[in-house]
């Protein structure tokens, strides 16, 4: 199988990288930067991939700037290079003369459920609706919608997992490395073709970047420590 990977260049996508690279024969790593990104998120995830920090990628990997991922340029060596899928975690918005490109389709991880949250900062919106058993990600086909594609797998967070000093990067973190295994577990089913798509459909609430401020953060914060603190006080009453 010939495959090409799209994401970014944070240290989660590095791992979405090497992840798929242990077990795959990956052609090509593309990865878009990011305009937007967090430094209290980036020093966070040095504690989550210390072994990627200098992580020998393979050799072709293709370095872009925010925003080109579905330049002419892309497009020409993607399509020269034939690729049987494309799995992509955090780069842009692709549009249908990449998404079409790969013979068997382009796969994404979605840190989120799509029926209930699409877009950006998917936990986040959990959280802020006090949903954390709404928290996980979604495996799913690229298609003209924004994380609308038919449904290969899904998982949520265990919430058992969480930690009462988590802090909303942590939960994040968390569930992006759900995803990216996730995706590894059904890698072989995908290639093979044995998979079977989710009847569930894609109508969430759409998030964009936009609708995410100061305010928003510091309500999602203050919920994720209610929600431990009332878990830690229920604990206490069982003692």
Not at 47 to 72: M, R, T
Not at 197 to 219: F, I, V
Request: glycine share 4%; with cysteine; charged share 25%.
């Amino acid at each position: 199988m010939n495959i090409i990977l799209l994401t970014s260049n944070e240290l989660r996508h590095l791992y979405f990288a090497k992840r798929i690279c242990e077990v795959l024969d990956v052609k090509l790593i593309i990865s878009e930067a990011k305009n937007n990104f967090s430094k209290d998120l980036h020093e966070k995830e040095k504690n989550y991939f210390k072994n990627i920090i200098n992580w020998p990628s393979i050799e072709n990997h293709l370095f872009l700037e925010s925003g080109e991922i579905n330049n002419v340029s892309v497009e020409l060596k993607l399509k020269q290079l034939s690729p049987d899928y494309i799995f992509t975690f955090g780069c842009g918005l692709l549009k249908p003369s990449i998404f079409n490109i790969p013979r068997y389709g382009c796969i994404n991880i979605h840190t989120g459920l799509v029926q209930y949250y699409r877009g950006v900062d998917s936990t986040m919106w959990a959280i802020i609706d006090n949903r954390l058993d709404l928290i996980g990600s979604t495996i799913h086909y690229i298609d003209n919608s924004i994380d609308g594609g038919d449904i290969i797998d899904q998982r949520k967070i265990d919430l058992l997992e969480l930690s009462s000093s988590d802090t909303l990067d942590d939960v994040f973190i968390k569930n992006c490395i759900i995803g990216i295994e996730l995706l590894i577990e059904n890698i072989d089913n995908i290639l093979s073709k044995k998979i079977y798509l989710k009847k569930d459909k894609a109508t969430g609430k759409l998030y964009q970047n936009k609708d995410k401020n100061k305010e928003s953060l510091l309500r999602a914060e203050s919920n994720l420590r209610n929600y431990f603190n009332k878990i830690n006080d229920f604990n206490k009453t069982k003692v």
